[in-house]
């Protein structure tokens, strides 16, 4: 799970992240609902290839956009992350 959030730790409603390489390139999620300490908000991606490199960006009005690259676990543990993104 990913939760946008700005600069003082609040979830910015309708934050945007797409899956620009890896498995499933080009797919977008919207983030809903908007509440940083909600296990059921954020984005919540399922089923990703362990092993496997991902660059997902993080964007939202008003908002400099954020690129991440991670390789997800093979397992069933989940992990949270918060992307603080800057205003732009």
Known sequence: MAVARNGSGSC???????IVSGP?????FTQEPCDVWDTGG???LKDLTGGVEL???VS????????VTVVPVAS???RAMLIELSRG
């Open 24 to 28: 499933r390139a080009g797919q977008r």
């Open 76 to 78: 069933s543990v989940h």
């Open 42 to 44: 954020g984005f919540m």
């Open 55 to 57: 660059t997902f960006r």
């Open 60 to 67: 939202a009005s008003g908002y400099a956009a954020t690129e």
């Open 12 to 18: 910015i409603a309708d934050a945007t992240l797409e």
